[in-house]
């Protein structure tokens, strides 16, 4: 995704922004509108679902992409390969015996030796604060397709064509990412923040990966539309 965070980085260097070019916490106004970037697109995603409305859904997820690659952008990290070591640990969820395992509430229960790699965080964050970090040389298909392989490894329910979620799921996601916004709003540092807009980005990739939507072709023409306001 560092391919798609250039792109909305000079979107944003077109405006005249001054962009950090190391990961730098953003103030809280700052963070405030990013959040509302997001939840102002997580709101038309819902309406559009209650309205069935399949390509209304998709806009609207693809401007809450947008949204969240551009807090990466506002707060100065790359997300490849923090992308990367969010999937790696959700993999790292799957037991020996090659499934992922619930509880009686039906929450996924790790394996016993789980963590969060936060030293795998800090490590990525050093080399884009000294300036050796080596841009991920994957765009976002081949990101949404390592998302379709943990599906299919974790045995979750995917699909192979475009196919609308219900306003119930919807609802699911914007409670979900209510609380995460929330959790992203009180970070302390740019290791939190990296983490915690990683699950964000994680959890908009798993709902295109339920609408069996490949998001590339959606962000770069909603990419070209935002330049084009710019020029």
């Not at 693809?62 to 959700?90: A, H, M, N």
């Not at 990739?205 to 339920?210: A, N, S």
């Amino acid at each position: 995704m560092d391919i798609e965070y250039e792109k909305i980085k000079e979107i944003r260097g077109n405006n005249q922004e001054e962009l950090s070019e190391v990961p730098k916490m953003v103030d809280t106004l700052q963070m405030q509108e990013i959040i509302r970037n997001i939840n102002g697109n997580i709101n038309d995603f819902k309406i559009a679902a209650a309205n069935k409305d399949l390509d209304s859904s998709i806009n609207a997820l693809t401007k809450v992409l947008y949204s969240i690659l551009d807090g990466f952008v506002q707060e100065g990290i790359y997300p490849g390969s923090i992308f990367d070591i969010v999937l790696l640990y959700k993999f790292d969820r799957i037991w020996m015996d090659g499934k992922i395992h619930y509880n009686e509430f039906h929450e996924i229960v790790p394996p016993r030796n789980w963590s969060i790699p936060y030293n795998d965080f800090r490590k990525e964050l050093s080399l884009m604060e000294s300036g050796n970090y080596q841009m991920s040389e994957n765009d976002l298909e081949k990101d949404y397709e390592k998302v379709v392989e943990l599906y299919i490894q974790s045995g979750f329910p995917y699909r192979n064509e475009l196919s609308l979620i219900d306003e119930k799921e919807a609802n699911k996601l914007s409670y979900r990412l209510y609380y995460m916004l929330e959790s992203y709003l009180n970070s302390d540092d740019s290791l939190e923040v990296a983490q915690r807009l990683g699950e964000i980005l994680y959890t908009v990739m798993c709902t295109f990966v339920e609408m069996g939507c490949n998001p590339k072709e959606y962000l770069d023409s909603y990419i070209e539309e935002r330049k084009g306001k710019t020029r």
